[in-house]
């Protein structure tokens, strides 16, 4: 077996005989010890998509008993892993591979008895593994899989929530103001600062020139959001903060907030948005790539084009047609919405992307950059206010993508 060759006998071409021996590669592994060469003794090189798969099988099967190798049970790299795998291998396959990483990780036995729970301190990067596992969680440990991320999204809620419905609601209240008040409504401390050019010694008073109030909105829906969240797998993060985020805008009555997930398939979870729990377990992260179809989905949402704010959380790297892409998002902005691309919503530093569909984005006049959970509320508000949203980010010292 260690000595396998092209053999002519088995009535395949050549190319098949090189699939076979590919094969066989990758079930062998990639050490000297697999001795896979061609007729003519060259040794077998993979494609980098075989390669790819080849580092994901190296990852879990060629593990040593304490752990897959590169895969701590903590890592973030672990729910990126998850995610990959599925663009890598069927659906059968990624079963399997699913099922064997919730044992070598541990997770099975973590699951099975919720008293290890306690010797772990549930993190962001276990939630983004336990959603990656979703669907190969035994039922009798999917309770105790949500408490988890019960946990961990409800400490994430509590931190942000504040901060979130501050910024908002006082971006929407600034927007609101209007400069022909009726009387009840004149914010009379900011009038007078607007018009203390307008000052009459003579008589010791301020001229109103111009009045300053606010509009009386406050049961109105004043904006719409759209949170577009990419699925893939080095997005787990950025979907855990992006659920939490979701369910604080929902509770806003001022705010309608959608939040759509998407690979090459579209899922609407507005539905869900209040439990970012039940957000969570109806993901399913990794696979394809398709922002052109989840761009197309939301611009059909978009019903009040100039009060609209769309976030498209992605890494931009495009399955579908990136010309199309573009095309749609640039008929987004000449619609009069608001739209922003966010390589990433997480703190986990500077990430991967696709700088060449970030800087055509930033070309038509959508700032493409990352952004931290605690820099998002203030986002919004940029947003809100019809602020330049890519000089805020400057403001704050963020590089957008035609800065890199």
Avoid at 221 to 237: N, P
Wanted: hydrophobic share 40%; proline share 4%.
């Amino acid at each position: 077996m260690s000595d396998a060759k092209t053999d002519s006998r088995d009535g395949r071409d050549g190319r098949d005989g090189r699939g076979r021996l590919n094969r066989w590669r990758l079930v062998l592994g990639g050490h000297e010890a697999d001795g896979i060469t061609t007729d003519d003794g060259q040794r077998v090189l993979l494609s980098a998509g075989d390669a790819r798969r080849d580092k994901a099988l190296e990852d879990l099967y060629g593990a040593t008993k304490t752990g897959p190798g590169g895969l701590g049970a903590s890592s973030p790299r672990v729910a990126r892993w998850l995610g990959d795998i599925r663009g890598y291998f069927p659906s059968t396959v990624v079963q399997v591979m699913q099922a064997d990483a919730m044992d070598r990780l541990g997770l099975r036995q973590l699951l099975l008895e919720p008293e290890m729970l306690r010797t772990v301190q549930p993190d962001i990067s276990l939630v983004s593994t336990l959603v990656g596992l979703g669907r190969v969680i035994p039922e009798h440990s999917r309770e105790t899989a949500r408490a988890v991320v019960r946990q961990v999204t409800s400490e994430l809620e509590d931190r942000l929530r504040a901060k979130t419905v501050q910024a908002v609601s006082g971006a929407l209240n600034r927007a609101a103001r209007t400069r022909r008040p009726r009387h009840r409504d004149i914010d009379w401390n900011r009038t007078i600062a607007a018009n203390l050019k307008n000052y009459q010694p003579d008589y010791r008073t301020v001229v109103p020139e111009r009045l300053v109030g606010y509009a009386r909105r406050s049961t109105e829906v004043q904006r719409e959001i759209i949170l577009c969240i990419d699925q893939s797998g080095s997005m787990a993060e950025s979907v855990v903060y992006s659920s939490v985020f979701g369910a604080v805008l929902s509770s806003l009555r001022s705010v309608r907030t959608r939040l759509v997930v998407f690979d090459t398939e579209v899922v609407d979870l507005t539905d869900d948005m209040d439990d970012p729990v039940d957000v969570l377990f109806g993901v399913q992260l990794g696979g394809g790539t398709d922002i052109n179809r989840a761009l197309a989905y939301c611009q059909d949402k978009i019903t009040q084009p100039t009060e609209t704010i769309l976030v498209l959380i992605s890494d931009l790297y495009e399955g579908g047609i990136a010309e199309e892409m573009l095309r749609r998002a640039a008929a987004i902005v000449g619609s009069g919405a608001t739209l922003i691309a966010l390589l990433a919503l997480s703190d986990s530093g500077h990430p991967t992307f696709d700088s060449n569909h970030a800087a055509a984005l930033a070309g038509i006049g959508v700032p493409a950059f990352a952004c931290t959970p605690d820099l998002f509320p203030e986002l919004m508000a940029a947003a809100i206010e019809r602020r330049d949203v890519s000089e805020w980010a400057a403001s704050h010292d963020i590089a957008t993508s035609h800065e890199k």
